[in-house]
């Protein structure tokens, strides 16, 4: 299982056990990562599904969404840490302070995870997109720093939203 180092595993412990609780028969966690949503808890990617779990004190509370209805996750880096964004067709669901590197990884895991049979959505990303992310996000590092100048950052975007449009 990806995600949690082994401190990570410590400290969220107790969610640990109450996600192996939540499991359902055959179900592999591909994974885990610290997250909060209203409150600190594990949010897992299993081979068939999103799951939250957090602990709290009446016992374990958790949420799932199967991939069927999950639209699509998305991450927001910040400096120190990112927000995944989870669509469903209820809406969005943000979970907040999580590390950097492990959300990546996190998106990845989701984003290549076995396909069920009769699954529709493929919300993978493709190399070339994953590549204009990358660039775009270089870009506006460079601007933040002061490396290169506004009309120099809306230059190089206009090119690279001309390279997705070819």
Do not use: H
């Amino acid at each position: 299982m990806e995600g949690l180092d082994r401190f990570g595993r410590f400290v969220n412990r107790r969610e640990l056990d109450a996600l192996a609780g939540k499991l359902e028969d055959g179900e592999r966690v591909l994974a885990a990562i610290e997250a909060t949503r209203d409150r600190r808890g594990v949010l897992a990617a299993t081979d068939r599904r999103l799951l939250f779990v957090r602990r709290g004190w009446l016992g374990a509370r958790s949420q799932a969404w199967p991939y069927r209805q999950v639209l699509g996750l998305t991450r927001k880096s910040r400096v120190d840490d990112a927000t995944l964004i989870l669509r469903t067709p209820d809406g969005t669901v943000d979970f907040t302070a999580v590390p950097k590197a492990e959300a990546e990884a996190f998106e990845d895991a989701v984003a290549t995870r076995p396909r069920a049979p009769g699954e529709l959505l493929d919300f993978a990303v493709p190399a070339a997109q994953a590549d204009r992310r990358r660039r775009l996000e270089r870009l506006d590092r460079m601007l933040a720093r002061g490396s290169i100048t506004r009309s120099e950052y809306e230059r190089s975007k206009r090119a690279i939203a001309l390279e997705q449009d070819a």
